[in-house]
Each structure stands twice: as C-alpha cells, then as structure tokens.
C-alpha cells in the first residue's frame, strides 16, 4: 500500500521567512498530488494540486510546489509567510488506477510568529 | 461552487447509543462521498468510500456493522456510529467528488462527537 510522509511535524517561523514543507509518497506508478490546509477551527482547503504537464504548481494564497517524480516527492513552498499562515498542513496523493481515494501525511503544524 | 456541510458540527452521546452524521453537497451532486476520522494532532483516515446507490467500501479494520454509511442520493451521505462508546470519540469528516473520474474531492467542516 502506497504512503505518504511528511517530514516536519511542527515548523516555527517568523513573518516573512521562507516556508518549505517536504512530502515523499511510496508508490511507483502514476499519481495525483495535493495540498490541503487547515486553520485553525476550519475545514480542509485545497491549496494547489498537480495531476499531470509542469511539475510547478502554484496554488492559492502564494503557494507553489514541485513534483520531483525521481524522488517521489512534492514539497510546498512559500517565499515569504505571514501570520495568517498558521495552520496545518496535509500533503495527499492519489493512484490514478486507483480511483480517487486520498492518502493523506501525517500532517505538519506551522506556527508563524508575528 | 464545490460547497460541503456536514451536521452536526458537534455531538455529545451516552455510550451504548447511535448518533447519525448527515454529509450534504449543496451546489454540486456528488457521484462519490468519503468518510474520514481524524484523531486529535493526527492526519485523516479514510474510513469508507461511498457511491451514491450502492454498498460503502470500507477501508482494512473499519467495522461495516459499527460504521453504518448510507449513500441514497447524490447530495447527501449519511453515517450512523452504533452503539458508541468512548474510543469513537473523534473528528469525522467527509468529503464529495463530483463523479468516478472526478479526482479533487470538496471536504465538509467536521463533526466532532463525543462519547461519554
């Protein structure tokens, strides 16, 4: 079975510091990526997905991300935060054979000091 | 457009009862609803896929018999934890895809339930 991880379970940053958030996934075949967000007391966003063409995605609110299909993987970025960044961050994947079931990370809390 | 809710956002039961969880797509029909449970600073767990008039597909150590998941039209999915008890305390949430071929999924807010 194919999993997704998340390698940071808790960044602390400043405003306006860079933000990267790394997700690895195991499966060899082909697949569809996401980022969600979740504020605080909110439900799941979607923030950017890449489903196939360029490998960078920018999504909503500054974020872009890059699939790496030889490291398996599909980091978020963002140039320079703001305090309205806090929140957690969830990396997703999808087998394309698969139908459109989601496995999720674990899940990485960013906490953006103002 | 792509609108989820779910109801109630909040529930508190006894143990031993069922507490039913109503998933709504309101400007979309939703060929395929999900159910996931999230534990406290934990990721989501797919527990259950839904198409809308057919059987749910229940994830590996999901209990079809305490996880009922009904799916009877395409704007609502429902499911009814049965005969609760405390380790089912949890956040459910649950998403809707516009079909089969359809791969982002719109999640609903959550429903926080609470057995005592």
């Known amino acids: ?114 | 457009g792509a609108v989820v809710s779910q109801h109630p956002s909040r529930v508190i039961c006894k143990s031993g009862t069922s507490v039913k969880i109503e998933c709504r797509s309101l400007d979309f029909q939703a060929t395929t609803m999900f159910w996931y449970r999230q534990f406290p600073k934990q990721s989501l767990m797919l527990m259950a896929t839904s198409n809308e008039g057919s059987k749910a597909t229940y994830e590996q150590g999901v209990e079809k018999d305490k996880f009922l998941i009904n799916h009877a039209s395409l704007t609502l999915s429902t499911l009814t934890v049965t005969s609760a008890h405390p380790e089912d305390s949890s956040f459910y949430i649950c998403s809707a895809s516009r079909g089969t071929k359809s791969y982002e999924q719109y999640f609903g807010p959550g429903t926080r339930l609470t057995v005592t």
């Open chain 1, 1 to 114: 079975a194919q999993s997704v991880s998340q390698h940071n379970h808790h960044v602390i940053l400043s405003e306006a510091a860079s933000l990267e958030l790394g997700c690895n996934y195991s499966y060899g075949g082909t697949v569809n990526l996401f980022w969600y967000v979740q504020y605080p007391g909110q439900h799941l966003q979607l923030l950017l997905k890449y489903f196939s063409g360029d490998p960078l995605v920018k999504g909503i609110k500054g974020f872009e991300a890059e699939f790496i299909k030889s490291k398996f993987s599909f980091n978020l970025r963002k140039p320079s935060v703001q305090w309205s960044d806090t929140a957690e961050y969830f990396c997703a994947v999808q087998i394309k054979a698969a139908g459109n079931k989601l496995t999720f990370g674990g899940g990485t809390r960013v906490l953006v000091k103002p």
